[in-house]
């Protein structure tokens, strides 16, 4: 009997020609230069260059907080350049979970309460307690972000992402203002969530180093992806040398 062929993962996000404009007077800045890609259910992708390549942009574009000047962006085969703005916003509250460099955790609430806030609006929401418990936070969660390392507030941050189960999880320098020993804590919590809710997941950083970690690794450059390469053996965030 022959073996059956592994299927092949579900298509999450297909960018083609995706291109981006910012106009200030008569000056026009090229961020995106005509980006064709794809996500996979179940990925962790790493998005790698320089400030100013473009990474943020086209993440900022996949997750709906931006619109591109020109080509498609497809989530589950649905067009996102074609969406109203109260459409983007449904999109970004019941698909997907950011996290960015900065943790912009409320002050006056503790841990559990800055993550409720999310579960308080999603359709099928984690308890507060098990979203942290998945990043390793279970004996913190009634601590305030004053009490908290940064490291901590970061994964505070992670837990208040997944919380709504998104089905992606985009992730801008999540360690950007961490020494490489909270850095590599944060990206435990990550690859977790990765591995244990399937979560899309697509970092963006400047850190060569995490490339290691990932499934696959789009390289950035001048608007462009400049090249790609699949990891064949991915190390553990620990193994990591920064």
């Not at 200030?24 to 259910?41: C, F, I, N, P, S």
């Not at 609006?121 to 990043?135: G, H, K, S, T």
């Not at 850095?183 to 970092?203: D, F, P, R, S």
């Amino acid at each position: 009997m022959k073996a059956k062929k592994k299927s092949e993962p579900a298509e999450v996000f297909r960018a083609e020609g995706v291109t981006k404009i910012y106009r200030t007077g008569d000056v026009e800045v090229h961020a995106l230069r005509g980006v064709d890609m794809a996500l996979y259910a179940g990925e962790l992708a790493v998005l790698l260059g320089p400030s100013g390549s473009g990474k943020s942009t086209l993440l900022n574009i996949l997750g709906g907080l931006d619109t591109a000047s020109g080509g498609q962006v497809l989530f589950r085969g649905e067009e996102l350049t074609a969406l109203s703005e109260s459409a983007l916003t449904l999109y970004r509250r019941h698909n997907v979970g950011f996290v960015f460099q900065f943790y912009n955790l409320i002050s006056s609430l503790t841990a559990r309460e800055n993550v409720a806030l999310v579960t308080e609006i999603a359709e099928n929401p984690m308890r507060p307690e098990e979203a942290l418990d998945l990043v390793g936070l279970t004996e913190r969660m009634d601590h305030f972000p004053a009490q908290l390392s940064g490291g901590e507030q970061q994964r505070v941050a992670i837990a208040r992402a997944i919380a709504k189960r998104p089905e992606v999880l985009l992730c801008d320098e999540p360690t950007g203002a961490l020494d490489s020993k909270i850095g590599i804590i944060v990206l435990e919590a990550l690859t977790a969530v990765n591995e244990e809710l399937g979560t899309t997941t697509a970092i963006i950083t400047h850190n060569a180093a995490i490339r290691e970690i990932a499934h696959r690794v789009f390289y950035f450059a001048d608007g462009r992806i400049a090249s790609t390469h699949v990891n064949d053996r991915r190390l553990k965030p620990g193994d990591v040398t920064w």
